[in-house]
């Protein structure tokens, strides 16, 4: 099994940063990519950014492109997602996922962290 762990959510003021980690542990060697997903209230939980190991290939919606950036240690087995110029719209509950034995694409990722609450006032 693989275990996600996420920190660093918090409450900030629009124009903020924030930076999310997410350590992975258990069987790492079978993940394929790590990627982080939010969901809004009233809201379907959508892919935010995507990364392979490596560093290679990262991906965004395009809501953040821009402002926000993915990073990987892969000594550490942990992704990061930077958050600059926070906006209201981009609370949510953030989820850290893995792609265990499987193509890097939204709809294959298959293990999940608990999720962590990042609040942006206006």
């Known amino acids: 099994q693989v275990r996600l762990v996420e920190s660093g959510g918090g409450s900030v003021q629009a124009g903020g940063s924030l930076r999310l980690s997410c350590v992975a542990s258990g069987y790492t060697y079978s993940i394929s990519c790590l990627g982080w997903f939010r969901q809004a209230p009233g809201k379907e939980r959508e892919g935010v950014a995507a990364?392979?190991?490596?560093?290679?290939?990262?991906s965004y919606t395009d809501s953040v492109k821009g402002r926000f950036t993915i990073s990987q240690d892969d000594v550490k087995n942990t992704v990061y997602l930077q958050m600059n110029s926070l906006k209201p719209e981009d609370t949510g509950m953030y989820y850290c996922?893995?792609?265990?034995?499987?193509?890097?694409?939204?709809?294959?990722?298959?293990?999940w962290g608990q999720g962590i609450q990042v609040t942006v006032s206006s």
């Open positions: 990364i392979y190991p490596g560093g290679n290939r990262p």
């Open positions: 996922a893995a792609v265990v034995n499987g193509p890097c694409l939204w709809s294959e990722y298959n293990y």
